[in-house]
């Protein structure tokens, strides 16, 4: 029988397989949408381990805070695809909302947990493999984490007006901290640090960028006396690259990100930040 435009757009923006993938299909269904949708399905689970290598620099983030016992908790997922016409489709968005509510059903807090908890009438891993044959793309669940705290903010950034949100950040602050917790996430957004501050450091990562420093200082023929002094000094620079305190604060940047923080009389406790794809 005789496929009509209109019904493989429509299969298209279903299914989000390709033009040619649908055309078939919709013929050998003759005309019947249903059973098409479950041949390219089939055809995708057939297919899924020569995708398992495919680049997976597209999707989503998705972010929700819920009300706990002791305060608030921020539960965050990165859902990946090869292509962000996939990324962004209506069953897979669909898809990354059925896994946000298995994250939050089952409480877990790891990739790993959150791939063998309910999804549906199964986990959600099958849920990620059912996704991937519908579309016939390597869909990958990405990152997942939860924190607490006494208040939770959410920041989702949207890159593009036709995408999914790209970016998602999480902050954990007292209560004092949450009058500043949304500015603080849109900083987090868009200067990604590392750490909330020094502390946070690994003591083996100073010691490297010190010896690096140092290697680089010498090389300057600077005297062997006053080297430590300028490492120090130049180690400035490595805190504000990496610790959200010590960075310009992005809405005003004479103030550091410390002192907007101190002069709310709360601060910051935990934080997250997803960028989709790395």
């Known amino acids: 029988m005789a496929i009509s435009m209109q019904d493989i757009k429509e299969l298209r923006e279903l299914t989000g397989a390709g033009l040619m993938e649908v055309k078939k299909a919709l013929e050998e269904a003759n005309g019947d949408k249903d059973a098409a949708v479950k041949a390219i399905r089939l055809a995708g689970k057939k297919s899924l381990a020569k995708r398992e290598d495919r680049s997976t620099a597209n999707g989503l983030v998705m972010a929700k805070v819920l009300d706990t016992a002791d305060g608030q908790a921020g539960v965050m997922v990165e859902l990946n695809s090869e292509t962000d016409f996939v990324g962004k489709s209506p069953k897979f968005v669909e898809a990354a909302e059925e896994i946000m509510q298995a994250l939050v059903d089952s409480g877990v807090s790891t990739r790993d947990e959150l791939l063998a908890a309910?999804?549906?009438?199964?986990?959600?891993?099958?849920?990620?493999?059912?996704?991937?044959?519908?579309?016939?793309?390597?869909?990958?669940?990405?990152?997942?984490?939860?924190?607490?705290?006494?208040?939770?903010?959410?920041?989702?950034?949207?890159?593009?007006?036709?995408?999914?949100?790209?970016?998602?950040?999480?902050?954990?602050?007292?209560?004092?901290?949450?009058?500043?917790?949304?500015?603080?996430?849109?900083?987090?957004?868009?200067?990604?640090?590392?750490?909330?501050?020094?502390?946070?450091?690994?003591?083996?990562?100073?010691?490297?960028?010190?010896?690096?420093?140092r290697e680089m200082t010498l090389k300057e023929g600077k005297p062997e006396k006053i080297v430590d002094k300028i490492v120090e000094g130049r180690m400035g620079s490595f805190y504000k690259d990496n610790c959200l305190l010590d960075q310009d604060f992005a809405k005003d940047p004479k103030k550091s990100v410390g002192q907007i923080v101190k002069a709310s009389g709360g601060k910051v406790t935990a934080f997250a930040r997803f960028h989709v794809g790395s």
């Open 118 to 213: 309910k999804c549906g009438e199964g986990t959600v891993k099958d849920k990620v493999e059912e996704i991937g044959a519908l579309f016939s793309e390597n869909i990958v669940l990405g990152k997942v984490t939860r924190i607490e705290g006494e208040a939770v903010t959410s920041y989702l950034h949207y890159s593009s007006a036709d995408l999914p949100a790209q970016v998602g950040v999480l902050v954990a602050t007292d209560k004092a901290g949450a009058e500043v917790a949304h500015d603080i996430a849109l900083h987090i957004a868009a200067y990604s640090p590392r750490f909330i501050d020094r502390e946070e450091v690994p003591q083996a990562e100073m010691d490297k960028e010190r010896e690096t420093l």
